[in-house]
Each structure stands twice: as structure tokens, then as C-alpha cells.
């Protein structure tokens, strides 16, 4: 079956611009991550939904960062104003829940943003 | 809080020779331990986990045994192939369902 999928797959911006980055999990994955792969940073975890509410938070690095997901399925990861620290590849993940646990994190391509 | 520190790279080997990536873990309660493999254009990929202390994970040839009274979760290979130069990642997972990830090593087989 199709893997997680997201687009677009580069994004070239300049500074102070808002930027969207588009996360589509495997069909029946109910809980969505979003990561960021830095070479400062290595991987990073941003934010966690299990369907559509996010119970963790905690990695988004500041209030520039947002992030929705509707219908349980397809998540928006929203960077405003963007600084050239925001410059990474940015990763999304799914996983099944089952009898609430999370199985195996399954992750996509990822978002080549660069911030000039 | 949780955190991963793996060895640093670029390890740089012959085919066939033997390949040991140290991995040591801080966290809170029991974590799950994972590998995760990076190859050349493409995107992370499990490629081994343990759920317990003393659980070995093993796949593709890589193994690597939760060691609980040592904080570590090595990965080891017995014979190296060109195709296993990749980023290899240590990560765990607490309380909480996130990945801790460690800095990553590179791996580098030469024919």
C-alpha cells in the first residue's frame, strides 16, 4: 500500500515568508508526527496528533510553528516568518493505535526547506 | 529528560569486516529502543527494535541486544556489504510516543 507522502518534496523561500508543509499519513494511521532533520540539531521532534488533537507539543521551537491535522488524516505543518534556522529537512510519521498502543513509526521522504 | 548519544562518525570499513556502533540511552521508566537506517537519497527506515531489557532486535544481518544495567543498545554486524553504507540512527521511545534520537553515525563500506 502507499506509504506516508508528503509534499512538496523541496521549498525554497525567503526570509519572512509563511510557508506550508503538507503530511499525508497511511490510510488508517491515526496518530501523525512531525520531526525535523537539522545539521545542527539532528532529529528533532516537533509535534504529536493522535487524530486530530495534538496531546504533545512540546518540540515546536517557537510560536512560528503550527500545525492542524482534519479528518483524522492529512496534517498542515505551518512556519510564519521564516528565519534561516528554520532551514531543514522536515519529516512526517504515522502510526497504528491499537488498544492504545502505538505500534511502529512509519516515516516519509520529507521537506527540503530552505530558508535564503 | 530522554536522550540518545550514539558514537560520531563517518565509520569507514572494508566488506565483509565487522561493524559495532555504540548507542547509550538516559530515560526515565523502560523505554523501547529502536535502529533506524537512513540510505543515500531516501528516507528513515526501522530497521530493528526491542521492546526489553535483554530482548535482541535483529534484521538484515544487524543485531543489537537492550542492555538494561548498561544503558545501551549497540548495533553490531558481522559482515559488512557496500550496500549497508547508510546514516544509522539510535532512538528511543518513553512515555509518550515521540522518537529521541540520537546524532546519527555514517557508515561508509568500501569495496
Known amino acids: 500500500g502507499a506509504g506516508v507522502s508528503q509534499s512538496p518534496s523541496n521549498k525554497v523561500t525567503e526570509k519572512g515568508k509563511d510557508v506550508e508543509l503538507r503530511c499525508d499519513p497511511i490510510s488508517g494511521h491515526t496518530a501523525l508526527y512531525w520531526y525535523r532533520q537539522s545539521l545542527g540539531q539532528g532529529l528533532e521532534f516537533l509535534i504529536y496528533f493522535q487524530g486530530n488533537s495534538a496531546p504533545d507539543k512540546s518540540g515546536l521551537p517557537s510560536d512560528r510553528f503550527s500545525a492542524e491535522r482534519t479528518g483524522g488524516s492529512v496534517s498542515t505543518l505551518t512556519i510564519q516568518r521564516t528565519q534561516q534556522e528554520d532551514s531543514a529537512v522536515y519529516l512526517c510519521a504515522s502510526s497504528l493505535v491499537m488498544s492504545g498502543k502505538n505500534y511502529e513509526q512509519y516515516f516519509g521522504p520529507g521537506t527540503r526547506l530552505t530558508v535564503t | ?111
Open chain 2, 1 to 111: 529528560g530522554n536522550s540518545v548519544t550514539q558514537m560520531e562518525g563517518p565509520v569507514t570499513l572494508s566488506e565483509e569486516a565487522f561493524l559495532t556502533i555504540n548507542c547509550t540511552y538516559t530515560a526515565t521508566g523502560y523505554p523501547s529502543l529502536f535502529w533506524y537506517v537512513q540510505y543515500p537519497g531516501e528516507g528513515l527506515q526501522l530497521l530493528l527494535k526491542a521492546t526489553k531489557a535483554d530482548d535482541k532486535g535483529s534484521n538484515k544481518g544487524f543485531e543489537a541486544t537492550y542492555r538494561k544495567e548498561t544503558t545501551s543498545f549497540h548495533l553490531e554486524k558481522g559482515s559488512v556489504q557496500v550496500s549497508d553504507s547508510a546514516v544509522y540512527f539510535c532512538a528511543l521511545k518513553a512515555a509518550g510516543n515521540k522518537l529521541t534520537f540520537g546524532g546519527g553515525t555514517r557508515v561508509l563500506v568500501k569495496p
